[in-house]
């Protein structure tokens, strides 16, 4: 799945989750055949989870117990059996590790300039400094922009676009090869090895495990 909201985008790939704070505007897009599960939580419950989306890992318990939970229609406090449920749920929310496949958006017009053209296409290869050029600012400003306003350099938010975007291709159901290459990678064992630091897997044992579920 592919979460977008106005700070950002976040891809969520099998065995992950990501978490949506309360109010915010998003919107989900699915690549190849997806089976989604949502818990909502009240506000007063989530005091100690994250104050922005992020993806998470979700262990083999947290995910039976999200599939426990789906067999309700509504759990009730007053439910000792669904008071209790809820408790572990949150403890492993907050005890499950986030996963860096978020892509911060900046807020500056410039900035922003150069994250749509960058994302309408990925791989390409024109330098950033024409893409900054076009977007009214020298590559300088815009780096500086991307530092105050993703925490990123610029050619680290390209080189995780890249990922991003590769990681949906392979879920999609396309060759390795293939995303690899349409993400602007020199090889596909260029793409492995980010794939394997992100994912702590390779592509092949990726896909071997969605088609195991």
Do not use: G
């Given at each position: 799945m592919t979460v977008r909201a106005a700070d950002g985008m976040w891809i969520v790939p099998t065995h992950?989750?990501?978490?949506?704070?309360?109010?915010?505007?998003?919107?989900i897009t699915m690549s190849g055949r997806v089976s989604m599960r949502t818990i909502y939580l009240k506000q007063r419950l989530a005091r100690a989870l994250p104050r922005k989306c992020c993806v998470v890992n979700v262990s083999p318990l947290l995910k039976e117990l999200i599939l426990h939970a789906n067999t309700f229609g509504?759990?009730?406090?007053?439910?000792?059996?669904?008071?209790?449920?809820?408790?572990?749920?949150v403890d492993q929310l907050e005890a499950s590790p986030s996963m860096p496949l978020q892509l911060p958006n900046p807020s500056d017009p410039r900035a922003m300039r150069v994250t749509h053209s960058l994302s309408n296409d990925p791989g390409g290869k024109q330098a950033l400094s024409d893409i900054c050029r076009k977007a009214g600012a020298s590559k300088r400003t815009v780096e500086r922009?991307?530092?105050?306003?993703?925490?990123?350099t610029l050619g680290k938010w390209r080189q995780q676009l890249r990922l991003m975007h590769a990681i949906q291709l392979v879920a999609a159901g396309e060759k390795v090869t293939f995303a690899a290459l349409e993400a602007g990678y020199s090889s596909p064992s260029a793409f492995i090895s980010m794939f394997r630091k992100v994912l702590g897997t390779t592509p092949r044992r990726y896909?071997?495990?969605?088609?195991?579920?």
């Open positions: 992950r989750a990501v978490w949506i704070p309360a109010k915010i505007p998003h919107s509504a759990l009730h406090p007053r439910r000792q059996s669904h008071a209790h449920l809820v408790r572990v749920i922009l991307f530092q105050a306003e993703t925490r990123m896909l071997a495990d969605r088609s195991n579920q």
